[in-house]
């Protein structure tokens, strides 16, 4: 078990609250420790996360803090799943991840993507991490972070 599974209660809690005190019209559906995170799963309406990403990841981030004081460490890693959809996004983007590697291989040209959460660039960063003919890095700001994948030689002769 993880240590993690401890914190999801202090997620939820926080979570619940904050939605009842803001009028904000979700519900936490469930909490589980997966891929070193705590994913908590959000029912109701959920169109108004998926218009403002940025909203998620502020609840995000405020709700790892919550957990990370919960169970005294100094990060917890918090994934909110709007709708039950993460492992169903999470293998699209590993599988988007592979095709974007063979088709940098394949042609020797960076490939840019942009509009990922914090969490999701994070999936293509792991899921990339073991094929060491390519690299990953993020770059930019805040919301406008993107996600860099180039051929191993090439991510070389840019440092």
Avoid at 134 to 141: A, H, I, K, P
Wanted: proline share 3%; glycine share 8%; with cysteine.
């Amino acid at each position: 078990m993880s240590e993690f599974a401890e914190a999801v209660p202090a997620g939820q809690a926080f979570l619940t609250e904050l939605f009842e005190r803001t009028g904000i019209g979700l519900t936490v559906t469930d909490g589980r420790v997966a891929d070193d995170a705590v994913v908590l799963e959000l029912g109701g309406d959920i169109a108004a996360l998926r218009r403002q990403p940025e909203l998620a990841a502020a609840l995000a981030s405020l709700t790892a803090q919550v957990m990370a004081r919960a169970i005294d460490v100094r990060h917890v890693r918090c994934v909110l799943d709007p709708g039950g959809t993460y492992a169903a996004r999470k293998a699209l983007l590993e599988t988007a991840a592979r095709d974007v590697a063979r088709a940098v291989l394949k042609t020797g040209r960076r490939a840019v993507l942009d509009g990922l959460s914090p969490a999701e660039r994070r999936v293509v960063h792991v899921g990339l991490a073991e094929d060491p003919r390519v690299q990953t890095r993020s770059e930019g700001d805040e919301r406008w972070r993107l996600l860099l994948v180039e051929a191993a030689a090439a991510a070389a002769k840019n440092v």
